[in-house]
């Protein structure tokens, strides 16, 4: 397996992913949004993988100003502003390959290989 946890250090939920893989002896890189984030091409695998961009988008991130942007721009348009500010994203984002979850999702975890 190739974990990749992208997150920050504030999210609970990232940490419970990270301790999630540690306990099981299972290595994987941690990436924090704040400081790299997602690329493109990583953001369109996970976008792929779990069912679109508005699975991705949390609805309780603290920046509603920017949520209600995404929100009613144009379509085309949400994609390069979501790539601009990840901090709209649930957290954490976690990838296997094309393998993807957003959030903490262990019941999806455990069935990977």
């Not at 990749?4 to 990232?14: H, L, N, P, V, W």
């Not at 995404?70 to 979501?82: F, G, H, N, Q």
């Not at 390959?97 to 999702?105: D, E, M, P």
Request: hydrophobic share 35%.
């Amino acid at each position: 397996m190739n974990i990749q946890i992208f997150g920050t250090k504030k999210s609970a939920d990232t940490r419970k992913a990270e301790r999630y893989f540690k306990e099981r002896g299972i290595r994987f890189q941690s990436v924090d949004l704040k400081e790299k984030g997602l690329s493109k091409g990583e953001f369109q695998s996970v976008c792929q993988a779990v069912g679109g961009l508005d699975a991705m988008i949390d609805p309780d991130c603290k920046d509603r100003n920017l949520l209600a942007l995404i929100k009613y721009i144009a379509a085309e348009d949400r994609l390069e502003k979501v790539l601009e500010n990840q901090a709209v994203l649930k957290q954490p984002i976690v990838r296997n390959g094309k393998q993807a979850t957003v959030g903490y999702r262990p019941e999806v975890w455990k069935e990977w290989k």
